[in-house]
């Protein structure tokens, strides 16, 4: 089943690129294989390069009568780190980032639709899951509080420095003034 | 002048105290929140400071009608310390409202009733204090006008959620919270009030030795003893 829903959105996402090559390329289908060469995946223990997958204007089509589908299976068995970066990529892009998902899904509404079904269950759970664990809001507003209380004491006291000179001098004053 | 140096010595070490004691039981006293899970936890002191920038706004406002109608001094320096005061309690509400709604919404910030009152608050007590740093001479009942504005606007806000439909969450949210969160907000409150209280007996005293001293200066000015 999970096989199936990566397929899917590899599938959908190679779509896409490969239509959106092809309305920018005046070869369209005739441009060169791309797949092999430049989506190559990384070596196993090897960070994926966050630009590995890229935008879908620098995608190209693949050889014209090659079997897609098939493609894209290979592609993704051969390498579990790649398949599951390409999964989070597009999970992220078409249900939480609002912008990448248009950018993706502008000339596809229905695909869209259809990978926003696909990845129901794993976007609920992933929006759970950071929910859960958000540490980092409750810090930074932690923090803020501390810092903004902070700046307020650092400023009465520097009104407090800023009167005792006055009261200093206004003393000075009333001295001379006795004298004279 | 009275030496009020034991009132904020004790008054410091309860607040302290409280601070630990709320943190404590924010992170280990209280369960996670079943919708909001861990953000939650912005919540205790989010609101004690609300509660606090009404308090701030209330006690400026009352102090401004005390000085508009005595023309005395002494309350118009309680009213301009609440007012500082008002503005600190309401940037740190706001700004930890605006974190929370990030965790929450997934938006820093959103034009609903609520927010929008809130901000316009903050904006008033703001320029309350703005008016009276540079406005110069007699911008004092300029500012006590204002701060008697920023006053009815409280309702305005704190009614906000029942008069509008809004993002945030109503005021019925309170009651309906399992005990030790209830507790813990309800000591959150209670200590936040007694910071309030330290910083206003600190920002008085300041307040009005500053002007005691101006007014020295202008009498000595006046009869001649200084140049």
């Not at chain 1, 398949?83 to 993706?104: C, H, K, P, S, Y």
Request: net charge neutral.
């Amino acid at each position: 089943m999970v096989m199936k829903r990566i397929v899917l959105i590899a599938f959908g996402a190679l779509f896409l690129a490969g239509g959106t090559a092809a309305a920018q390329s005046p070869e369209g289908a005739a441009a060169e294989p791309a797949l092999a060469a430049d989506q190559a995946p990384p070596e196993a223990g090897v960070q994926p390069d966050p630009s590995a997958i890229r935008a879908p204007e620098e995608r190209r089509m693949p050889p014209a009568g090659a079997n897609l589908q098939e493609q894209c299976e290979d592609l993704l068995r051969s390498d579990a780190a790649w398949r599951t970066r390409l999964r989070d990529q597009l999970t992220q892009r078409l249900l939480v980032d609002d912008e990448g998902a248009n950018e993706l899904t502008k000339e596809n509404l229905e695909w869209r639709a259809l990978m926003k079904k696909e990845l129901a269950t794993e976007i609920h759970q992933q929006d759970a899951d950071e929910m859960a664990t958000n540490r980092k809001h409750v810090i930074m507003a932690y923090a803020a509080l501390w810092v903004i209380t902070a700046l307020f004491i650092i400023y009465m006291y520097m009104r407090q420095v800023r009167l005792r000179e006055e009261i200093a001098r206004l003393e000075r004053d009333i001295r001379d003034a006795a004298r004279s | 002048m009275k030496n009020r140096l034991p009132l904020v010595v004790i008054l410091a070490v309860l607040t302290a105290a409280g601070l630990a004691a709320t943190l404590y039981l924010i992170f280990w006293g209280t369960p996670v929140d079943r919708q909001l899970y861990f953000s939650q936890k912005i919540f205790y002191w989010h609101v004690a400071c609300a509660f606090m920038l009404f308090v701030g706004v209330f006690v400026c406002g009352i102090y401004s009608l005390l000085y508009l109608k005595k023309r005395e001094g002494r309350y118009d320096d309680v009213a301009l310390a609440a007012g500082e005061l008002a503005v600190l309690f309401g940037a740190i509400m706001l700004v930890t409202g605006s974190i929370w709604g990030k965790a929450a919404w997934g938006k820093w910030w959103e034009w609903d009733a609520r927010l929008t009152t809130a901000l316009l608050l903050e904006m008033i007590m703001l320029g309350y204090v703005l008016v009276r740093k540079f406005g110069g001479p007699g911008s004092e009942r300029l500012a006590a006008g204002l701060a008697v504005f920023g006053m009815a606007d409280v309702p305005l806000v704190y009614f906000s959620v029942r008069i509008w439909r809004t993002l945030h969450p109503e005021t019925s949210v309170v009651p309906g919270l399992e005990g030790s969160m209830r507790l813990t907000m309800w000591l959150s409150v209670l200590t936040f009030l007694l910071l309030f209280v330290l910083l206003l007996v600190a920002r008085v005293a300041q307040t009005r030795a500053d002007r005691q001293v101006r007014e020295a200066r202008e009498l000595g000015l006046d009869s001649g003893l200084f140049d």
